[in-house]
């Protein structure tokens, strides 16, 4: 079987230890693509340390998250649009609005989540979107910026069912990753009503651990934990999932 983890972070602190391992564990367990969003300007460097040592399973994405939203926001995506025209990356991401945290910046994050969707279509990229506390604005923006090009995946979909179609709609794929598996999520039963050829499969690593890691340190490995529990509402073979979620994440991304 092989999984696409289309979403953790392995170049953060929480791996200096054993990233090496964490890699490799994946990458024997059948987890051989590992998409890695950006961050900010600092996470850019250790991402593309990790993409040149994994090259064959490592693949970056270039964005500014929203939570690194503030007032040096126009340096920072200045320094994102240069990267942009460097190399090649897989997405735009993670991008996206979050209002969970704080909303100081909220006027910052519209403008930089807009001026990010609008360099995803002129590079033809897909982008990756983080949204908290705030998916009816992502979906409005979407709405607004409607393009043939603008396409992606919503990372840890947490909405409702009409937000998932209305996404589907406007051509994304839902991401999802360890809250399925959380007793209380109610997450299961939207799952239920989604197409499986418009879910993918992440872990949002090191955070979001699946059952029964919940509170530890989550990593690629444990996608495995999620992926059963998919199949399982689904009433679908494992295997079965692991095709169906590979060849999504492989049509998103453009890889082959």
């Known amino acids: 079987m092989h999984f696409i983890d289309t979403h953790c972070h392995l170049y953060a602190e929480e791996f200096k230890e054993d990233r090496k391992q964490a890699v490799e564990k994946a990458i024997q367990n059948g987890i051989q693509h590992l998409f890695l969003p950006n961050i900010d300007t600092a996470s850019i460097q250790p991402m593309l340390d990790l993409v040149w040592e994994y090259p064959s399973h490592c693949f970056p994405m270039m964005g500014l998250h929203p939570c ?8 920072q995506l200045f320094q994102i649009q240069k990267w942009l025209k460097k190399r090649k990356f897989y997405a735009v991401g993670e991008i996206g609005l979050d209002y969970y945290w704080s909303t100081e910046f ?11 969707l609008m360099w995803a279509i002129q590079t033809d990229l897909p982008v990756v979107i983080h949204s908290r506390n705030s998916n009816e604005d992502v979906i409005a923006i979407l709405e607004e910026l409607k ?8 990372h840890c979909f947490g909405g409702t069912l009409e937000q998932a179609k209305q996404l589907i709609a406007l051509n994304f794929y839902i991401g999802i990753g360890g809250v399925v598996t959380y007793k209380n999520s109610g997450l299961d039963k939207i799952v239920a009503d989604i197409p499986l050829d418009k879910i993918v499969l992440e872990t949002d690593a090191p955070y979001l651990a699946p059952m029964p890691y919940r509170g530890k340190r989550n990593e690629p490995f444990y996608l495995i934990e999620t992926a059963k529990k998919v199949a399982e509402i689904k009433a679908v073979g494992l295997n079965q999932l692991a095709n169906t979620t590979t060849a999504n994440a492989k049509l998103v991304f453009g890889i082959e």
Do not use: N, Y
């Open 147 to 154: 393009h043939p090009k603008l396409r992606g995946i919503f």
């Open 68 to 75: 690194s939203v503030d007032v040096h926001v126009d340096a």
């Open 106 to 116: 909220k006027e910052q994050q519209i403008m930089a989540f807009k001026k990010q």
